[in-house]
């Protein structure tokens, strides 16, 4: 496993091709006992490739960047580097990172267009926190707590240029995707000034991400926020939601123009309450839509569990009404993410001008987007000024 680890991407595609049958007999049937043969191979290919459940994905994942950035100037692509809490090859990472394998890695599109567009890293930012309720009767219930993931795409030196926060369904996590690589393929084959052509999308796309919400939000009922404007184009389409007193302003300053899209994103926010996500979610529910492979490893994941509820005349109605719930949630995650902190990660990265290193924007990410700095071990779970009627508060160091 080591040495298969030590030739990266093509010692793990090795291991697959010499596999092949069994992975894709695995895939076809999610069901199948575990064999010790098979938690012998499925060990090892998670081991080689470092994310858990690598047998449906195939991705190869670096974590040391250093490596990363070289892979990647070797081979003209991007990085797309996930920061978590946890580790990706283990099975209590943060509940965000558990979901990306589920339900984005293990996608097909996705993880073909990861394997062939992008190089891939992940580095824990700290351990994940970790229960385990004991119900007193010989149950137990173990889970993690709190938590949030984030993929930044770098360029081959490691500078970020976007970032995609949280969960995504998989077809919005795919349109990213195509967005993102789309102005890698610019900046290697027609940009003369990379960091122009970096802030010019940035900019771009928080106003699409503004005006996606605003046509989101006038669906439901909304209106344009008091004191803003939605400027048009000569054919009528939506072209930027602007303050109103800037709007019309010829010569706009570069931080006008940012202070301008920022305010519309958080206008935008006060004005959407949470009845109002549920119904905005639902217009996005196709982007939570799962595949084969996702539900094949949901339904290996759950059967047990399942079943060991007692009896189940239909435990297919039991999985159907489980990934319908889930698919809710996922387009709620979606829609959320993407208008409420993928709004900021743009305003933030086009503010920077391409000077921040990766490690400086996640600390900033983790403290003032997540709300879980370093600065506080615990997560936001406890706090000293919060009675909980336990002696020493339950801590035990």
Not at 166 to 180: D, K, M
Not at 298 to 308: G, V
């Amino acid at each position: 496993m080591a040495e298969l680890r030590n030739l990266g991407p093509a010692g793990l595609e090795v291991l697959r091709q010499v596999h092949a049958e069994e992975i894709n007999r695995q895939i076809a049937n999610p069901l199948l006992a575990a064999t010790p043969e098979w938690q012998r191979l499925s060990l090892a290919l998670d081991t080689v490739s470092q994310q858990k459940d690598s047998y449906l994905s195939g991705l190869y994942w670096y974590t040391d960047l250093n490596q990363a950035k070289a892979a990647a100037q070797a081979a003209g692509k991007p990085i797309l580097s996930l920061r978590l809490l946890g580790k990706l090859n283990e099975e209590f990472s943060c509940a965000n990172s558990r979901f990306f394998r589920t339900i984005l890695y293990s996608n097909e599109q996705i993880a073909r267009t990861l394997r062939e567009k992008f190089i891939l890293h992940w580095e824990s930012v700290r351990p994940a926190p970790r229960v385990t309720i004991d119900f007193g009767d010989g149950r137990k219930l173990e889970r993690t707590l709190t938590g949030n993931s984030i993929h930044y795409v770098l360029d081959a030196d490691g500078r970020p240029i976007d970032a995609l926060p949280g969960l995504y369904g998989p077809a919005a996590f795919q349109r990213e995707l195509n967005e993102i690589e789309a102005l890698h393929q610019t900046l290697k084959t027609q940009s003369s000034n990379p960091i122009q052509t970096v802030s010019v999308y940035q900019r771009a796309r928080l106003n699409k991400v503004n005006l996606n919400w605003l046509a989101d939000i006038e669906k439901i009922g909304g209106q344009v926020p008091k004191g803003f404007v939605v400027t048009r184009r000569e054919d009528g389409t939506p072209e930027a939601l602007q303050i109103a007193s800037l709007a019309y302003v010829k010569a706009i300053t570069e931080a006008g123009i940012l202070r301008s899209m920022t305010s519309g994103a958080e206008a935008l926010g006060a004005m959407t309450d949470e009845a109002a996500w549920k119904k905005i979610a639902l217009f996005h529910i196709a982007d939570a839509t799962l595949d084969a492979r996702s539900l094949g490893l949901i339904r290996r994941q759950t059967q047990k569990a399942i079943l060991s509820e007692g009896p189940n005349d239909n435990p297919d109605k039991t999985l159907a009404k489980l990934v319908e719930r889930l698919q809710m949630n996922i387009a709620l995650d979606t829609v959320r993410n993407e208008y409420l902190m993928h709004t900021k990660l743009y305003a933030w990265l086009n503010a920077d001008h391409g000077r921040s290193d990766i490690d400086t924007l996640n600390k900033k990410v983790y403290a003032e987007l997540f709300l879980t700095p370093a600065s506080d071990p615990w997560l936001g779970l406890f706090s000293s000024d919060t009675y909980v009627a336990i002696d020493g508060a339950g801590i035990v160091r």
